[in-house]
């Protein structure tokens, strides 16, 4: 991950993120990871977004917090095109 991707500028140190213990129902809890797999995302990755969202709709937000790390595989590179080519 780079130091961008971790909401601090280049140059600098990435943040560490902050682990927490979060107690839930053990029925929210399965709605929540049925949730975030239903787009794809795990159970804590679905809490951060939600978290965001909510903080960014009642305008608190911090203005240094980035944007989410992206996770998954990174996207393919354009492979290029077989055959003869011609000058």
Do not use: C, H
């Not at 560490?16 to 159970?43: F, G, N």
């Amino acid at each position: 991950m780079t130091a961008t991707e971790e909401g601090s500028s280049p140059g600098r140190r990435p943040r560490q993120r902050k682990q927490v213990l979060l107690r839930l129902d053990p029925s929210v809890y399965d709605a929540l990871a049925r949730w975030a797999s239903d787009e794809l995302r795990s159970a804590n990755a679905q809490i951060e977004f939600l978290l965001r969202r909510a903080l960014a709709e009642t305008g608190r937000l911090p203005g240094e917090a980035g944007p989410l790390p992206r996770r998954g595989r990174p996207p393919r590179a354009p492979r290029p095109p077989e055959g003869p080519q011609t000058p």
